[in-house]
Structures are given as C-alpha cells and as structure tokens.
C-alpha cells in the first residue's frame, strides 16, 4: 500500500493466515499498511534494518507476529520507538503459550502490548494499531465509534434470535 501507518510483521509465511486478521481490520478501516516476514533468529540483520528504518518510512505502529520463542516483537522494539503490538501465534506442542510467555515477558522499559494467542489477538492488533492512529485522526476515532456500535447491534440482534427460537 502507499504510504503505510502500520507495519505488520510475522517470522514465518506460515503465520500469514492469523496475521491477515490484523490486515483486514485495517483494510477495514482504510489505514494503509505493510506486511512482510522477516525473523529475529534466522534473518536479525534484515530485522534490524526493518526496525531502523520503520519510523524514517512513515511507520507509526508495528504489529508482529510470532510463534515458539516469539522474540519478533521484542526484538523490534529494543530497536525502534515506534510501538510495537504483540500477536502470539500457536505454532508449537505448547499451544501457544510459549510464544504469549516470549511476547508478554519484556523487561521494564522495552514495552511490548501484547494480545491473546491467535486470530483474536491479530484482530485486536489490528484494532489496537487503529486506536493509537486515532489519536491523532478524528476521522478513524469516528470510525471506531461506529464499530462498535455495530458490534453492539449484532449481539443485540442475536441475542433476539435466540429469544426467538426457544419454547415459551
């Protein structure tokens, strides 16, 4: 996309199908954004200039992506003051808690904003990187508003399905 806001990285092109929650919700909300993979074991120095070079390119959030010893996030983080969102991925026997343990642990003044394990967590990257935006875009606090109040209308409106379908 031109001139992206968000960078969404991840460590493997396996971690595309969670990952592309965090895209959708921007595409949604029409912040342009990147995705690339890149790794903070198997390629540091390509994360390393991705890292340095974010802020220089217009980046203002970065979303990553990680699985097993998930140290993406914090990796980047160490290496730029842009923030940096978490998204854990469940890619290994333990289920994705490694890589929630590997994203959440950060030592004090290296923050990382972790989400939950997963598509959810890619989701409200997505959403957490729109909010950060907002703050200084009117026009996207606007949007989050009626996001919102759409998903209040659609547990409303399942909430009377349901009524609908049990016995009186």
Avoid: W
């Avoid at 960078?7 to 929650?21: A, K, Q, R, Y």
């Avoid at 074991?41 to 097993?68: D, F, K, M, N, W």
């Amino acid at each position: 996309m031109k001139n992206p806001l968000v960078g969404i990285v991840m460590g493997s092109s396996s971690d595309l199908s969670i990952m592309e929650e965090a895209a959708g919700i921007l595409r949604r909300f029409k912040v342009p954004y990147e995705m690339t993979v890149t790794s903070a074991h198997r390629s540091p120095e390509r994360t390393r200039e991705y890292a340095h070079s974010a802020q220089r390119r217009g980046l203002q959030v970065i979303i990553a992506g990680a699985g097993g010893a998930a140290h993406l996030a914090g990796f980047i983080a160490a290496e730029t003051m842009i923030p940096i969102i978490g998204v854990p991925i469940d890619s290994t026997p333990l289920k994705g808690v490694d890589a929630l343990l590997a994203t959440v642990q950060m030592p004090a003044g290296v923050p990382v904003a972790t989400m939950a394990v997963g598509r959810a967590g890619a989701r409200n990257a997505g959403i957490l990187a729109v909010q950060i935006l907002s703050l200084s875009r009117p026009e996207l606090r606007e949007k989050l508003l009626e996001y919102r109040e759409e998903m209040a209308r659609q547990v409303e409106e399942t909430g009377k399905k349901l009524n609908k379908k049990q016995p009186s």
